[in-house]
């Protein structure tokens, strides 16, 4: 085994994992890790509380203002340095303009939905005193991760916390010494995609099957529920935000193929539809309407994104993987930075439509 190992790390180097578990199912980042990535060529640490941040007091600073971060895989930024990551940057940009103390926390996980964002929130985030909850929506798998219904179950348009529900102490221990080899042994992860192989394949399929709704014309009942969930989801988050004196804004990720002309011919190519069928920036247009019946401020990327593109293509999105580069996170930070430093210099809610 040991030899195995050895030989793994050195010949075939794998990603090792630095995500826990709570015991009812809320994935977090391992405490103070410190890896390696071989794949992108930096180090990936996380603070004392699992954070890809630095250390946070719980106690807010006099005069500063605090920024929660809340957000998926795109705004943990692994594929990215930390000081190349949005989170870093939109504090030193909004501080540069406003000329104001800003601080932002960035506790963003590979995997959250809304749903996963509002339990964190209401268990931890609003702990940290913000004066705003800032959201990166990632729209190609916010709202179908909400439809697993991990917290909240939504029948009859109503939404219900669902009660909490953990494993025994013996399947938490099996689940932690799991953790532990994902995170430490490369043979490991290397047995882990041998045997989730087909599991990758049938959710990207699933994904891509769900994106292909939320972009055509005609809805399905499946997405106008996941939709009118998502549209509970924030409203519960500006409801329990408020309790504590924070605004709520949500910035929209724009997906790939609503930037690539090369993507989306081929997206629709695989789905057989064609562009008469779609609507591409329906998800954009579907949040901001949920912003304007929420009093959500709402910051669309997309025509940025699309601009950025054309100018200079292939410099936002990584090719073998489709999360952002460093210049899509620097653009990112950039138009976000624009619409928030109103708010950071005058302490008012920010517009809703944006």
Known sequence: ??????????????????????????????????????????????????????????????????????????????????????????????????????????????GWGTDDELMYLMREGLRYRPDLVLVGMTLHNDVQDNQDEEFHVFTDGRLQEKPRSEISIGDFAFLQMKEFLASHSHLYQVLLRVKRFSWVQQEGNRLSSHVASLIKRQSTPEVVQAWDMTQHLFRKMKVESLKQGANVAVFLIPLWIQVSEERLQGFLSEHQLSIEQIAIDQPQSRMKAIGQEEQIAIIDLLHDFQRAEKEDPRKLYLLDDGHWTAEGHRLAASVVKERLSHLASCGKTPSVSC
């Open 1 to 110: 085994m040991c030899a195995g190992e050895g030989v793994v790390r050195i010949i075939y180097p794998q990603e090792l994992g630095n995500w826990t578990y709570t015991r009812d199912g809320l994935t977090l980042h391992l405490p103070n890790m410190t890896q390696w990535s071989h794949r992108f060529g930096h180090l990936i640490t996380t603070n004392s509380v699992g954070m890809r941040d630095h250390d946070h007091s719980l106690e807010k600073s006099p005069g500063v203002y605090r920024i929660l971060l809340l957000g998926d895989s795109f705004m943990e930024a692994n594929q990215v340095k930390f000081e190349d990551a949005f989170a870093s940057l939109l504090e030193r940009q909004v501080e540069g303009v406003t000329g104001r103390s800003i601080e932002v926390i960035n506790a963003s996980v590979s």
